[in-house]
């Protein structure tokens, strides 16, 4: 099986789909996947406000893994079945994982302080096309006319988005476009790291190392100063909704979800996000995208999602 194949979105973390399962339990499963999605979606307005306090990109993600962490502990504990947990190579590749996981919050929320949800959203949506390119360079996927094309639309859809064609003229820096595309790259490294830990065990033990990962490495950057002042500031409540939204229930529901969503409709499905990330920022936070910045959004999530549904059809 191709890389791409392996890690062209997020319905490709596990495959145990089986085609005898009944209409009400897809119907189950693939409301589960939204849901995760519209979690997902809502996690980036909730970081939006906390980083328009004053409060870290760094410290945000840390809160949003640390909690997470606490669920998907519970969830081991509840179901400690098959863990692998004495395998080298579970916690090999759950490390892996968890350093994507790291870098995707941090950039993700990095993109948002230097931009706005609804862009940051859509950058990191982007993850599968750089997979495709990255298997391109180094020979493990052919290019074909039509990943070749999408591709290319899709780089149109990111300028007109990021009008990084009008020097001086959008409101969005560098440094929020490049942190938004290096978020949907740390989100492939994580679906890689994943995908190979949950063959060696549970995908909740899997989890617990990913997310535990994530605090060690995110505890120094995020400053435990700023750790610790959280507990007493009047946002708590706030960092405690974003990792149960964010990093607990979302991861959850998601993976629950995904063991009986055929590939392609969760593809379709995961659109929630970025959709709900782009009315959240409207509706709530009072930004606002131009006609040519919907047209790259529009460009970018029907190009990606037929990419990620190609991908599928084609294991």
């Known amino acids: 099986m191709s890389t791409s194949n392996r890690l062209a979105g997020r319905e490709s973390i596990l495959t145990d789909h089986t085609p005898e399962q009944s209409g009400d339990r897809a119907l189950r499963s693939a409301m589960l996947v939204a849901l995760a999605a519209l979690f997902w979606g809502l ?40 863990s692998g947990l004495a395998k080298p190579r579970l916690w ?15 950039f993700y929320f990095l993109s948002i302080s230097e931009g706005s949800v609804a862009v940051a959203a859509t950058l990191m949506y982007c ?31 990111i300028a007109l988005l ?27 490294l994580f679906i890689f790291g994943f995908k190979f830990a949950a063959r060696n065990g549970s995908p909740q033990a899997a989890l617990v190392i990913a997310f ?34 964010g990093g607990g229930v979302s991861f959850i529901s998601y993976i629950v979800g995904l063991k009986h969503t055929v590939p ?13 990330a782009t009315l959240f920022g409207i509706l709530l936070l009072n930004e606002s ?18 990419l990620s549904v190609y991908s599928s059809k084609s294991q």
Do not use: H
Not at 47 to 60: M, N, P, Q, R, Y
Not at 61 to 82: A, E, M
Not at 130 to 156: D, M, N, R, Y
Not at 292 to 302: E, R, Y
């Open 162 to 188: 990021t009008g990084i064609y009008d020097v001086g003229g959008s409101s969005i820096t560098w440094v929020g476009v490049v942190a938004g595309l290096l978020s949907g790259l740390s989100y492939a």
């Open 212 to 245: 535990a990962v994530l605090g060690i490495v995110l505890i120094w950057p995020a400053s435990l100063v700023q750790v610790i002042a959280v507990l007493g500031a009047p946002e708590w409540p706030m960092f405690i909704a974003l990792g149960v939204l």
């Open 127 to 157: 993850a599968p096309v750089f997979v495709f390119l990255v298997s391109f360079a180094i020979g493990l996927e052919q290019p074909t006319p039509f990943k070749c094309v999408a591709i290319v639309i899709v780089i149109v859809g």
């Open 264 to 276: 392609t409709v969760a593809a379709v499905v995961a659109m929630v996000e970025p959709v709900t």
């Open 43 to 82: 996690s980036g307005g909730i970081g939006a406000i906390l980083l328009a306090e004053g409060w870290g990109s760094f410290v945000v993600s840390f809160y949003r893994g640390i909690v997470g962490l606490l669920f998907v502990l519970v969830w081991l504990i509840l179901r400690p079945g098959n």
């Open 92 to 106: 090999f590749w759950a490390a892996v994982a968890g350093l994507g996981v790291a870098g995707n919050f941090s």
């Open 289 to 306: 995208l131009g006609g040519v910045q919907f047209l790259g959004m529009g460009l970018i999530l029907v190009t990606v999602t037929a």
